[in-house]
Nanobody, 122 residues
Framework: QVQLVESGGGLVQAGGSLRLSCAAS????????MGWFRQTPGKEREFVAT????????YYADSVKGRFTISRDNAKNAVYLQMNKMKPEDTAVYYCAADQRIGVQTYEYDYWGQGTQVTVSS
């Protein structure tokens, strides 16, 4: 069982940066792949980035590639999403997710956080 709590969301101007954090409970955090997803009203939750348990495998959505960086610190049971050069279309609720296998689909993840709002003003 893994419990996830996101933080770091907020309001930022276009071109600015934010860093999201996801704190995980449980001694087995290092066994889980971690993902970031986002969702806007009326749309399906979409994949943003994912990182394998060791950090050796990382994948990004094309829309964020080159601007966002996912990382993890297994000693702190945490995963991060550094967001740079942000755009208004990055506005969404961002969710942290965990699963024993890395994936890019929402159905592949068993554990989810409650989400944190990110708003990018133009």
């Amino acid at each position: 069982q893994v419990q996830l709590v996101e933080s770091g969301g907020g309001l930022v101007q276009a071109g600015g940066s934010l860093r999201l954090s996801c704190a995980a409970s449980g001694r087995t955090f290092r066994r889980y792949a971690m993902g970031w997803f986002r969702q806007t009203p009326g749309k399906e939750r979409e994949f943003v980035a994912t990182i394998g348990w060791s950090g050796g495998s990382i994948y990004y959505a094309d829309s964020v590639k080159g601007r966002f960086t996912i990382s993890r610190d297994n000693a702190k049971n945490a995963v991060y999403l550094q967001m740079n050069k942000m755009k208004p279309e990055d506005t969404a609720v961002y969710y942290c997710a965990a699963d024993q296998r890395i994936g890019v689909q929402t159905y592949e993840y068993d554990y989810w956080g409650q989400g944190t709002q990110v708003t990018v003003s133009s």
